[in-house]
């Protein structure tokens, strides 16, 4: 492992374009021998775009897998960079909407996609802001300290387990921490609600609108997609949710899961289709996924 991240670092110092052309080669490898994966994707890709044929979505699936490689050697860029070549490859799309970031406890609602390293990044090299984040610590420690330090690099970030619960969560936003969220992965039952997404009753975590509904925060989607040609990255701060949650935490667990969806027709490829995102069914309802599939 510790030789894998050797590479990544040096590979960071390639011009972005043949970087991203040789991450794309990776994947391509990958969608033919992770056939596990694969079928996770297809698998997901059906369930969510029905009324595409196979091809189309044979063709989607490909696309994932080559921006998702891509993405993972392109993480050296996100951790070694200087400041300077980061501030040329990450543009943000209109304005960081600081004063609803600043003007109280605020959420940065992430979903999914690949590039979901880059918004963090994109808000601290562009404001005084530092943030905090639910971590998942790795199982191979040198994997975890390049992690660590990549992330918080620029600025001091708040790193916090799940297990911790809600309270360290509410007290870093109460100090002025924006909440970075990643509310689109099945956790299970526990905290969640079958809500639809794509048409299909998905297991959805309803803690961006609890926390919501006792902080009083702002909701602040944020998502940042590849630019053309190789050029970096371009993130677009979203206009913070009016009325959110409101009285229904259902219901606005539901509006979320709305605003994911038209956000991955958008660019259906960078979404991260290789999780199973439902794995936890309904009572009575059977597995989509089959036997032996990976667990993630």
């Not at 510790?2 to 994947?27: D, K, N, S, T, Y």
């Not at 951790?79 to 543009?91: D, F, G, H």
């Amino acid at each position: 492992m510790r030789a894998l991240i050797a590479v990544i670092w040096l590979l960071h110092w390639l011009p972005l374009p043949l970087l991203g052309r040789l991450g794309e080669a990776l994947g391509s490898l990958l969608y033919i021998i992770m056939k596990p994966r694969r079928r996770i994707c297809l698998t997901n890709l059906a369930l969510c775009f029905p009324d595409l044929d196979q091809a189309a979505r044979t063709e989607i699936a490909r696309r994932h897998f080559r921006a998702y490689a891509r993405s993972a050697l392109e993480r050296g860029v996100l951790w070694w960079a200087p400041e300077s070549r980061l501030k040329k490859l990450i543009r943000v799309d209109g304005e960081i909407p600081l004063d609803q970031l600043r003007s109280g406890p605020a959420i940065l609602l992430c979903p999914h996609f690949v590039g979901l390293e880059v918004p963090g990044i994109a808000l601290v090299l562009n404001s005084e802001l530092s943030v905090c984040t639910i971590y998942t610590r790795q199982k191979n420690r040198i994997v975890d300290d390049a992690l660590l330090k990549g992330r918080s690099r620029f600025r001091p970030v708040t790193l916090l387990t799940r297990a911790q619960g809600v309270k360290p969560i509410i007290r870093a936003m109460r100090e002025g921490k924006p909440f970075i969220m990643l509310p689109d992965m099945d956790f299970g039952l526990r905290d969640s609600e079958f809500v639809p997404f794509f048409g299909i009753p998905a297991a959805t975590l309803t803690a961006p609108a609890r926390i919501a509904a006792a902080t009083g925060a702002n909701v602040v989607p944020v998502i940042a997609r590849y630019q053309p040609d190789y050029r970096g990255w371009h993130v677009t701060f979203y206009p913070s949710w009016e009325n959110f949650p409101g009285p229904d935490i259902t219901e606005a667990t539901r509006r979320m899961n709305a605003f994911i969806e038209d956000r991955v027709r958008e660019t259906p490829a960078e979404y991260f289709w290789t999780h199973k995102r439902f794995k936890t069914r309904p009572p009575g309802m059977p597995d989509l996924y089959g036997p032996g599939s990976p667990d993630l």
